[in-house]
């Protein structure tokens, strides 16, 4: 595997980070389909602050990271951008970014704090500072098939864990080998189900990992579990040939997935079934459980010298009828409880709204990328080996505590 680079690498051959021109454009850059679809909002905008032109560069998402880190190591990161809400805490620990608090409180912003899903809303305050806002959010929750669920004798999706593992035997009872898609490189599975316990999973000022407490060798044994008594095969998403396809033959009858796999199974999925499957809330242990906060926010980078104007054109990206907008134009979900209300939401995207009530941001440290991803692989070997959990979580927390080491160093000497 290859392992990126991390902006805080980049500190030590930037110590300023960039400053950008008081003159010209505002320059915005942006990811992936919603860098094309943006300026299509922004004529509206432009009426509005006919002062202001905006510039926006569109990076695809395999690049983006590396580009900010040449950025701001070549003191050229641009006015704002989007960044995925694990970035936030990256940058902010380089202090690149711009607290947007004050900009908030003033009288002229429409942004309204209780307004948002309280998760996604705290993936954007580091420190106490908010250092970006909401632009669309993510979260992961249950794919199911409705009719097959039905054959097995229920009329609902599972609740909580036991009925979850109750409706698995179900299936298999009625012929669905491996009813559910677990693949082994994606890591919100089971980061998911580590959410959904009481103990955090960073601990000591975020310095050290509890990846050995209680609660997460509870989530990885409930994870590992439904892979060792055969309710999930052993592979990644990209050994089984068709995930659309394969959900319609009925090889399996639960997925975990985000929202943009709405549009293609309503696409994929043969027209005899267009209405035999759903989505639901993720189950938790005992109820209704939490799940992953994803998504992208917009930021303001800190030694620009167009910070105003950079909040205003956030400001108007954040309104409720321009995310309803943008959600027309790419399907990404709103961050605002309002905006739901204008976009005309199925059955199968309110299921995501409710969701997003019960979600939890991730550690906000910059190392947590390199953190889950060795949480899932440490998983995946648990599985196809056959370790228990609690060596496996021993063996999970003992690598985040070296990863963490420097960030332990700085704590204890006062500069974290």
């Given at each position: 595997?290859?392992?990126?680079?991390?902006l805080?690498q980049?500190?030590?051959?930037?110590?300023?980070a960039?400053c950008?021109?008081?003159?010209?454009?505002?320059?915005?850059?942006?990811m992936g389909?919603?860098?094309?679809v943006?300026t299509?909002l922004?004529?509206?905008f432009?009426r509005?602050?006919?002062?202001?032109?905006?510039?926006?560069?569109?990076?695809?998402?395999?690049?983006?990271?590396?580009?900010l880190?040449?950025?701001?190591a070549?003191?050229?990161?641009?006015?704002m951008?989007?960044?995925?809400?694990?970035?936030?805490?990256?940058?902010g620990a380089?202090?690149?970014?711009?607290?947007?608090?004050?900009?908030?409180?003033?009288e002229?912003?429409t942004?309204?704090?209780?307004d948002?899903?309280?998760?996604?809303?705290r993936?954007?305050?580091?420190?106490?500072?908010?250092?970006?806002?909401?632009?669309?959010v993510?979260?992961?929750?249950?794919?199911?098939?409705?009719?097959l669920?039905?054959?097995?004798?229920f009329?609902?999706?599972?609740?909580d864990w036991?009925?979850?593992?109750?409706?698995?035997a179900?299936l298999?009872?009625?012929?669905?080998?491996?009813?559910?898609?677990?693949?082994?490189?994606?890591?919100e599975?089971?980061?998911a189900l580590?959410?959904?316990?009481?103990?955090?999973?960073?601990?000591?000022?975020?310095?050290r990992?509890?990846?050995d407490?209680?609660g997460?060798?509870?989530?990885?044994d409930?994870?590992?579990?439904?892979?060792?008594?055969g309710?999930?095969?052993?592979?990644?998403?990209?050994?089984?040939?068709?995930?659309?396809?394969?959900?319609g033959?009925?090889?399996?009858a639960?997925?975990?997935s985000?929202?943009?796999?709405?549009?293609?199974?309503?696409?994929?999925?043969?027209?005899?079934?267009?209405?035999?499957?759903s989505?639901a809330?993720?189950p938790?242990?005992?109820?209704?459980?939490?799940?992953t906060a994803?998504?992208s926010?917009?930021?303001?980078m800190k030694?620009?010298?167009?910070q105003?104007d950079a909040f205003?054109?956030?400001?108007?990206?954040s309104?409720?009828?321009?995310?309803?907008?943008?959600?027309?134009?790419?399907g990404?979900?709103?961050?605002?409880k309002?905006?739901w209300?204008?976009?005309?939401?199925d059955?199968?995207t309110?299921?995501?709204?409710?969701?997003?009530?019960?979600?939890?941001?991730?550690?906000?440290?910059?190392?947590?990328e390199r953190?889950?991803?060795?949480?899932?692989l440490r998983?995946?070997?648990?599985?196809?080996e056959g370790s228990?959990?609690t060596?496996?979580?021993?063996?999970?927390?003992?690598?985040?505590?070296?990863?963490?080491?420097k960030?332990?160093w700085l704590?204890?000497r006062?500069?974290a």
């Open positions: 595997m290859i392992r990126r680079r991390t805080l980049a500190a030590a051959a930037a110590p300023l960039a950008a021109s008081g003159t010209g454009p505002l320059r915005f850059w942006a389909r919603e860098g094309e943006v299509e922004l004529e509206e432009n509005e602050q006919p002062g202001i032109e905006v510039q926006v560069e569109q990076l695809p998402w395999t690049a983006a990271h590396e580009k880190l040449t950025a701001f070549g003191n050229a990161l641009p006015d951008a989007q960044l995925g809400n694990t970035w936030v805490a990256e940058l380089l202090n690149a970014l711009a607290p947007l608090d004050g900009f908030v409180a003033t002229g912003s942004v309204d704090r209780a948002y899903f309280d998760g996604i809303w993936t954007n305050v580091i420190d106490g500072q908010l250092l970006g806002l909401p632009w669309y993510d979260t992961r929750l249950l794919f199911y098939r409705r009719d669920l039905a054959r097995a004798g009329n609902h999706p599972p609740r036991t009925e979850f593992r109750t409706q698995l179900a298999q009872r009625i012929g669905i080998a491996q009813p559910l898609i677990l693949p082994n490189n994606e890591f599975p089971l980061l580590a959410l959904q316990q009481d103990e955090p999973l960073l601990k000591d000022a975020n310095t990992g509890n990846f407490s209680a997460f060798r509870k989530a990885l409930f994870y590992l579990g439904l892979i060792r008594d309710f999930a095969p052993v592979e990644s998403d990209q050994q089984i040939a068709n995930v659309w396809q394969e959900f033959k009925g090889r399996f639960f997925y975990i985000g929202p943009w796999n709405i549009g293609e199974f309503k696409k994929r999925m043969p027209a005899h079934l267009k209405d035999a499957w989505t809330p993720l938790g242990p005992t109820g209704p459980g939490a799940s994803g998504g926010s917009l930021v303001v030694h620009s010298r167009r105003a205003k054109l956030i400001d108007f990206l309104r409720p009828a321009v995310q309803a907008r943008f959600y027309t134009l790419t990404d979900l709103p961050p605002r309002s905006a209300a204008a976009i005309g939401a059955q199968r309110r299921a995501f709204a409710d969701q997003l009530e019960r979600v939890r941001p991730a550690p906000p440290v910059p190392e947590w953190i889950v991803n060795e949480m899932q998983a995946a070997h648990a599985a196809a228990s959990a060596q496996a979580a021993r063996e999970i927390d003992a690598n985040v505590d070296r990863i963490l080491a960030r332990r704590h204890e006062g500069r």
